[in-house]
């Protein structure tokens, strides 16, 4: 039984309805809830440590033994009390993280890190907090389909690693993540774009299509979105053959030697044997305004 749960014994049955309701078995099990709670309010009290090395003392064993909210109470209360230049304020953030991390509480979990991070970026703990924020914000975006808000945070404490702590054995972690939330994020316009051809609406597929060249020109979609951008200009409804064309010759100077551009793209592979590297440029029509519809996949 949790401690919310041995409070509301307790309230239950200090409450003359409910003692009234009661079968004596029900009866007795609160009463044993009750002193349960009452030796773990005996166990963790703050007032038992008068000096802040004290208290993080004790929240530390309470850590250690996995007593997350005990070790919240505490760790929580030395952020506050501790001055800024006391050496336990950072290791009070960082385990005040790492406890509502373990407790699944991943929001407060980062906003600890990410705390820590901002306020002592000269800490040793700095590039970890950052890497465990990231981590943290990532968990909670569990789907690839919902808002990508927490994403891009955690993008964003990943780049921000790499790029304050450049000599950090955690960047080539932290580029990874970043990474890996990149090619979501690509995956994630995609689909959605393929969603429009689908139903036909050409102009709202490529606003998708296209934002998944432009902002992810490094994932394993932008590839595949040129391809069906190009599919997309040479439908008959939409009959754009000349910027067909110089997205056949853009998708060449990219992936030069691959078959799938060679099979959509013969004559522009055939004209080109030089096979050198080509920007990703995005030809064609302005890009419309975004469509009304409701996209399957929140934006």
């Known amino acids: 039984m949790n401690l919310s749960s041995l409070r509301l014994a307790r309230r239950t049955l200090l409450s003359p309805s409910g003692i009234t309701r009661m079968t004596a078995r029900t009866r007795a099990r609160l009463v044993v809830a009750l002193l349960l709670l009452a030796a773990c309010n005996r166990g963790f009290q703050l007032r038992k440590y008068p000096t802040n090395a004290g208290l993080f003392k004790a929240s530390m064993a309470e850590?250690?033994?996995?007593?997350?909210?005990?070790?919240?109470?505490?760790?929580?209360?030395?952020?506050?009390?501790?001055?800024?230049?006391?050496t336990l304020?950072?290791?009070?953030?960082?385990?005040?993280?790492?406890?509502?991390?373990?407790?699944?509480?991943?929001?407060?979990?980062?906003?600890?890190?990410?705390?820590?991070?901002?306020?002592?970026p000269d800490d040793s703990l700095a590039a970890s907090a950052l890497l465990s924020a990231g981590d943290s914000y990532l968990k909670m975006w569990r789907d690839p389909s919902l808002d990508p808000t927490y994403?891009?945070?955690a993008q964003t404490q990943y780049r921000l690693l790499a790029s304050v702590y450049p000599e950090s054995p955690l960047k080539v972690q932290a580029e990874k993540g970043a990474q890996r939330i990149e090619e979501l994020l690509a995956t994630k316009d995609y689909e959605t774009g393929m969603h429009y051809?689908?139903?036909?609406?050409?102009d709202s597929?490529?606003?998708?299509?296209?934002d998944v060249v432009r902002n992810f020109p490094n994932s394993a979609k932008s590839r595949d979105a040129m391809l069906r951008i190009v599919e997309v200009y040479r439908r008959p409804e939409m009959n754009y053959k000349d910027e067909a064309k110089e997205m056949c010759v853009a998708l060449n100077g990219a992936y030069p030697r691959?078959?799938?551009?060679?099979?959509?793209?013969?004559?522009e592979v055939a004209a080109d044997s030089t096979g050198a590297k080509a920007k990703l440029p995005l030809p064609?029509?302005?890009?419309?305004?975004?469509?009304?519809?409701?996209?399957?996949?929140?934006?």
């Open 63 to 86: 850590f250690q033994a996995k007593k997350w909210e005990n070790a919240i109470t505490g760790f929580e209360k030395l952020t506050l009390d501790l001055s800024a230049r006391d």
């Open 89 to 120: 304020l950072p290791l009070a953030h960082y385990y005040l993280g790492k406890s509502h991390e373990n407790r699944e509480e991943f929001l407060l979990a980062a906003q600890s890190y990410a705390r820590l991070a901002e306020s002592f």
């Open 151 to 153: 994403a891009t945070m």
């Open 197 to 202: 051809v689908r139903r036909r609406a050409f």
């Open 205 to 210: 597929a490529l606003i998708y299509l296209k």
């Open 258 to 267: 691959d078959t799938d551009v060679a099979k959509l793209c013969p004559e």
């Open 284 to 299: 064609g029509l302005p890009l419309p305004k975004k469509p009304g519809a409701v996209s399957p996949f929140s934006r």
